[in-house]
């Protein structure tokens, strides 16, 4: 049984991209309940018990042997070191497209779990809903809850692709919204940071050779991260905004020089809810399209002045329903990379809640990251990419990189400049609380996996 990728979802095919969602637990863990709920998951979802073949000049989804299927694989060993190799662990195609992995302390009392999902059949959004769909079904398991509906036997229900699910579109506006995307892209060329990784050469822009995937972090507590949105609400901008505006006068300080560059921000955008009738979180769909815009910055830009201008034409382009002409316009990419070609990525999930889990077994940290195979060091620059999301209120901003393309000491130093960019909005809001702990780093934390 199978069913074919639009062209849309073929894109990934060849990013081999993925969302690693991870959570760090205290307490007993009851392996078999967790393996159950694990198979319940891939049961009831097709595309997480599928590989991607090959049909002709496509792809399609075709579910695995039985004896194929992912099944949750335990092990003991390190969290660190385990959240390291997991995040560089890749679903290569022809193999399943989903992994659970759980890594136990020798005291039983501290896991890390990791589930990983291609982004052919996933995005942030249902990423986050099947982990928690997930220890939804542990937590019934164990607390012997009644099972909620069983999933279907017989023909797998496979979600219906996002680009099929769109409103209806004259071919002809479709082309004049991307001639003029492609005027835009040629008229206001956005500028990349350099990677700071070389190799000695005759040139000197050699690329380092290859590295790994590590990810630097910023979060902040929840009292912060309140701090932030009131100053978002008074300035009358999003989270989002103050984000991005603080990503992108970062990343010119990079570049040098005094005088403005043209930087260039792309905003993927969630079409789930945009859509007639909405489509569920859970659907193992990618169902995101990117907004990507051009500012001119420089050494003086104020981040304010840099934020009200992101989200005003980020909010015109939603208003003007041109998320449903970008997704249309997708195809396109691989010929005209310019599209999507920015400065910074700043990804944005929310607020989102945490996984329900039973008495005596705690969550202490949860974490999204996308990693993928492919971060090309021979093109000696590229985006440097945030993804954002709030979990249970304590704000998380992860900078997955590869280590041939950016150091780990350039990677902790723009790091340390957004988060010191994001306190200072923080500050706004209640001057004299915020300035204290912008002074002892109160609230703030910092890690790389």
Not at 374 to 384: D, K, M, N, V
């Amino acid at each position: 049984m199978h069913r074919v990728l639009c062209p849309v979802e073929t894109l990934y095919v060849g990013q081999r991209s993925r969302a690693v969602l991870s959570c760090t637990l205290r307490g007993p863990v009851d392996v078999p309940a967790l393996s159950a709920a694990f198979d319940a998951l891939t049961e009831a979802n097709p595309a997480l018990r599928s590989r991607i073949e090959q049909d002709g000049a496509g792809h399609v989804l075709r579910l695995l042997d039985e004896d194929e299927r992912p099944r949750l694989a335990t092990r003991a060993g390190d969290e660190e070191e385990a959240y390291a190799a997991e995040l560089n662990r890749p679903l290569p195609v022809g193999g399943p497209l989903s992994r659970a992995v759980l890594v136990s302390a020798s005291d039983g009392e501290s896991h890390l779990f990791v589930l990983v999902v291609d982004h052919t059949v996933t995005d942030g959004h249902s990423s986050i809903a099947l982990h928690n769909a997930l220890w939804d079904r542990y937590r019934a398991l164990v607390d012997a809850e009644p099972a909620g509906p069983a999933a279907p036997s017989g023909r797998p229900l496979w979600p219906e692709p996002v680009s099929r699910l769109l409103p209806p579109a004259d071919e002809a506006d479709t082309a004049k919204y991307l001639d003029g995307r492609l005027e835009e892209a040629r008229r206001h060329p956005v500028e990349l940071v350099p990677y700071d990784v070389r190799r000695p050469s005759s040139t000197g822009h050699e690329a380092g050779p290859d590295g790994h995937i590590e990810v630097s972090r910023l979060t902040l507590d929840p009292v912060l991260t309140g701090r932030l949105r009131r100053t978002a609400r008074g300035s009358g901008v999003s989270v989002h905004a103050l984000i991005a505006a603080t990503l992108l006068a970062t990343a010119r300080r990079r570049l040098g020089g005094d005088g403005p560059r043209t930087l260039g921000c792309l905003s993927p955008v969630d079409l789930r809810s945009r859509l007639s009738p909405p489509l569920p979180a859970g659907a193992t769909v990618p169902a995101v399209t990117t907004h990507l815009q051009t500012l001119e910055v420089s050494d003086a830009s104020e981040p304010l002045d840099l934020a009200r201008a992101v989200h005003a034409r980020l909010g015109d382009f939603l208003d003007r329903g041109d998320h449903f002409h970008e997704m249309r316009i997708t195809p396109e990419i691989p010929r005209n990379p310019a599209l999507q070609l920015a400065t910074v990525i700043a990804t944005n999930m929310g607020v989102v809640p945490g996984p329900r889990l039973p008495r005596g077994l705690r969550a202490v940290d949860v974490r999204l990251v996308p990693a993928r195979e492919h971060y090309f060091p021979q093109a000696g620059r590229s985006p440097l990419m945030a993804c954002v999301v709030s979990f249970e209120g304590r704000l998380s901003v992860e900078f997955p990189h590869s280590t041939a393309c950016f150091s780990p000491d350039f990677m902790r130093a723009f790091r340390d400049d957004v988060r010191a960019g994001l306190l200072r909005f923080a500050a706004a809001a209640e001057p004299e609380h915020a300035r204290a702990d912008t002074g002892s780093g109160t609230g703030t934390g910092t890690g790389t996996g």
